[in-house]
């Protein structure tokens, strides 16, 4: 265990989100509170509009925020110039989205050592790194292979590969599996749990599956951007 083991890896205090759209004002998030522990992986449930996508743009910084403060490894991620998030972002956090958002004219490997080019590492070793991560995913026979030449299972695999490449401390995942037929949902959360059981590698995920949910090791439940409940089935560290 770390000395940082007992430290929350995110705490989100009082975060407020309003969008404006004309006369409109939408409150998406309402001064919700979230602190995320080392190791969890935590899914995000609610209906539809109650904020769950708001609620991973926002504390991932990849959105602004209108009230409230987010901790990532105790540095306020609003407090920053938007190049020094954009930096903090690279280093500790990886995305894996619905839609694969993998780049097509990239092969498997080039995909995902991007952010390790990203943040400077050096051109072999990211190769290097990339390719492992890719044997970790089960890919290994697939690195040379570009995106369309690839499963919907295959390509969001290769998404998580580049999601955890880096060694994020935390991964957001907005409905992963929302674009997978069952067999090929399943393996990639088979695969998101045994990163996160293996590696200890923390995972928020929004989901409307709720076999999905209930699996994980904590579950929360949004309504109105607020959240309503909160639900620990695991050890919340490791
Ligand atoms: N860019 C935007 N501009 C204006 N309103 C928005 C915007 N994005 C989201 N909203 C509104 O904010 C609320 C929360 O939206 P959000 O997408 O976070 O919900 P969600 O729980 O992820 O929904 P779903 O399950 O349908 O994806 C909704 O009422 C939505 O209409």
Same mark, same amino acid.
């Given at each position: 265990?770390?000395t940082?083991a007992?430290?929350?890896?995110l705490?989100?205090?009082?975060v ?17 509170n979230?602190?995320v ?10 209906p ?19 009230g $409230? #403060?987010?901790l990532v490894?105790?540095?306020? &991620?609003?407090?920053?110039?938007d190049?020094?998030? =954009?930096?903090? @972002? !690279? ?11 993998l780049?097509?004219v ?7 050592e991007?952010?390790?080019l ?12 990339a390719?492992a ?7 290994? $026979? #697939?690195?040379?292979?570009r995106?369309?030449? &690839? ?7 290769? =998404?998580?590969? @580049? !999601?955890l ?8 995942a907005?409905?992963?599996t929302?674009n ?6 399943a ?27 209930h699996?994980a090791?904590?579950l ?15 050890? !919340?560290?490791?």
């Amino acid at each position: 265990m770390t000395t940082t083991a007992n430290e929350p890896l995110l705490v989100a205090e009082s975060v407020t989100k309003v969008y404006r759209t004309g006369q409109q004002e939408v409150v998406a998030l309402d001064e919700l509170n979230l602190t995320v522990w080392r190791g969890e992986l935590v899914a995000v449930m609610g209906p539809s509009g109650s904020g769950k996508t708001t609620l991973l743009n926002c504390l991932s910084g990849l959105d602004d925020i209108d009230g $409230g #403060r987010v901790l990532v490894e105790g540095r306020d &991620l609003f407090a920053m110039s938007d190049h020094e998030r =954009t930096a903090h @972002r !690279a280093r500790s956090m990886g995305f894996v989205f619905q839609s694969f958002n993998l780049i097509p004219v990239l092969d498997a490997a080039e995909n995902v050592e991007l952010p390790l080019l990203l943040v400077g590492v050096p051109a072999r070793e990211a190769r290097e790194r990339a390719v492992a991560m890719l044997d970790k995913v089960g890919l290994a $026979g #697939r690195a040379g292979h570009r995106p369309n030449e &690839l499963s919907g299972g295959e390509q969001q695999r290769v =998404t998580i590969a @580049r !999601a955890l490449v880096a060694g994020p401390a935390v991964v957001w995942a907005d409905e992963p599996t929302g674009n997978l037929d069952s067999a090929m949902a399943a393996q990639v959360m088979d695969l998101l749990r045994r990163l996160n059981e293996d590696e200890g590698q923390a995972i928020v995920l929004v989901t409307h599956d709720d076999g999905i949910g209930h699996s994980a090791g904590r579950l929360v439940t949004m309504r109105d951007g607020r959240l309503i409940r909160d639900e620990i089935r695991a050890p !919340a560290m490791r």
